[in-house]
């Protein structure tokens, strides 16, 4: 069976940093750091994120904890693809332009972006 990528909202995306940040979490844990929700939103979010499958509840014990079903990496992989078939046509070449046309990018990232490339032809010829 095939696993559908669900597209978290910027909010499930807040709530899934901390828990990428600071490992599993409870809904009170999760709140204290994010703040600006009141409790039951969080705990709303965090209960539609798990019938998502974007978190994992663990319900072992009186208070449940909750970790991120994939890890950082993935999910931002699965969101970059997204947005390349959405926004660019399919097309890397035009993301990668545009990010870097759209800020200022410090020497040292566009060094490490010239040596991923480097890389990725190397592997290509």
């Known amino acids: 069976m095939v696993k559908v990528f669900k597209q978290p909202t910027d909010r499930e995306l807040d709530i899934l940093r901390t828990l990428w940040e600071r490992g599993s ?8 750091v994010m703040g600006d929700t009141g409790y039951t939103t969080t705990l709303k979010l965090m209960q539609i994120m ?6 994992v509840r663990d319900e072992s014990q009186r208070t449940h904890i909750y970790r991120p ?12 693809g ?3 078939d959405k926004a660019f046509g399919g097309s890397a070449k035009k993301l990668v332009i545009q990010a870097l046309a759209a800020n ?20 290509e010829k």
């Open 82 to 84: 997204h947005l390349i």
């Open 50 to 55: 798990s019938e998502k499958g974007l978190v």
């Open 69 to 80: 079903a994939e890890d950082e990496a993935h999910t931002q992989g699965q969101l970059v």
């Open 104 to 123: 200022k990018v410090p020497a040292d990232e566009l060094e490490r972006v010239k040596k991923m490339l480097e890389k990725i032809e190397g592997k």
């Open 25 to 32: 979490c409870t809904v009170r844990q999760v709140h204290e």
